[in-house]
């Protein structure tokens, strides 16, 4: 653990909040879960995620949503990616 990334997003609507989940299940378990506010539309947006779980896993997802309104209304979700352990 202990690895940061970031996660890369450009809001093409309006609204107040983002909400940003990681799972290694198709989201049936999440690794990473929080809401940040809004920036411009149509700008770049980035968060830092810290503290990387040093797991394996082929399977990671990161879905982005507007958890102010229908979770389903405004969503978009990552290809899945692998998460490579840590040496130590």
Same mark, same amino acid.
């Given at each position: 653990?202990?690895?940061? $990334?970031? *996660?890369? +997003?450009? %809001? @093409?609507? &309006?609204? &107040?909040?983002?909400? *940003? $989940?990681?799972?290694? #299940?198709?989201?049936? &378990?999440?690794?990473? #879960? /929080? *809401? !940040? %506010?809004?920036? @411009? !539309?149509?700008?770049? !947006? /980035?968060? #830092? +995620?810290? =503290? @990387?779980? #040093?797991?394996?896993?082929? =399977?990671?997802?990161v879905r982005i949503n507007d958890p102010d309104h229908q979770p389903t209304l405004v969503i978009d979700e990552s290809p899945a990616f692998t998460i490579?352990?840590? +040496? &130590?």
């Amino acid at each position: 653990m202990g690895s940061t $990334r970031q *996660i890369k +997003w450009t %809001p @093409l609507g &309006t609204f &107040t909040n983002v909400r *940003i $989940r990681a799972s290694k #299940d198709n989201f049936s &378990t999440l690794v990473l #879960d /929080t *809401i !940040q %506010p809004q920036a @411009l !539309q149509r700008f770049n !947006q /980035t968060y #830092d +995620w810290a =503290n @990387l779980p #040093d797991a394996l896993s082929s =399977n990671v997802k990161v879905r982005i949503n507007d958890p102010d309104h229908q979770p389903t209304l405004v969503i978009d979700e990552s290809p899945a990616f692998t998460i490579l352990a840590g +040496w &130590t």
